[in-house]
């Protein structure tokens, strides 16, 4: 038993180390995709899953939706304000998008940018800059 879960840890250890995502195309992405697994694993994982593939008929997959690669701006203001009652791409959910508004803009960057940039996704980053924008005007 000990060495079934010592293998895998091992095991886990290495795929943390070898999924690491591809060359950044923007200087500093890598390093906001890096935190944004951090706050993934925090505040999204409970509900999208590890793999982002959500949770049938509850909670909506985050892989290549119109929301995740569409437009920031309405992407920031779901994890600002939540969302319910949306068609996913011609699914619903029944579940309730909590709002995340004690997330800093930095937090809020990261984690956008490496859901943009995971799971399969691939789209320009967020920046804290452009999330504070959207809170202002919120
Ligand atoms: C309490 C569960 C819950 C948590 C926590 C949560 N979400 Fe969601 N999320 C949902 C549900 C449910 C929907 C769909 C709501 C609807 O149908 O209108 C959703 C929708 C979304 C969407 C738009 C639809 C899509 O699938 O592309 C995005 C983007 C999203 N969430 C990102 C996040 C991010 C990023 C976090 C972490 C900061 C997060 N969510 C945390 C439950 C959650």
Request: overall charge positive; aromatic content about 6%.
């Amino acid at each position: 038993m000990k060495y079934l879960l010592l293998s895998f840890a091992l095991a886990f250890g290495f795929m943390s180390l070898t999924s690491k995502p591809a060359a950044p195309a923007q200087s500093g992405i890598k390093a906001s995709i890096t935190r944004g697994k951090q706050v993934y694993l925090q505040q999204c994982l409970a509900c999208h899953q590890v793999d982002a593939s959500g949770v049938p008929n509850m909670n909506p997959p985050l892989i290549k939706t119109k929301q995740v690669l569409g437009d920031k701006t309405a992407l920031i203001k779901i994890v600002l304000n939540g969302l319910k009652g949306v068609d996913i791409d011609g699914d619903s959910y029944n579940g309730v998008m909590a709002p995340h508004p004690d997330l800093t803009d930095r937090e809020i960057a990261d984690v956008l940018t490496y859901v943009r940039n995971s799971f399969g996704n691939k789209a320009s980053a967020v920046t804290a800059a452009q999330v504070k924008v959207v809170r202002a005007a919120n």
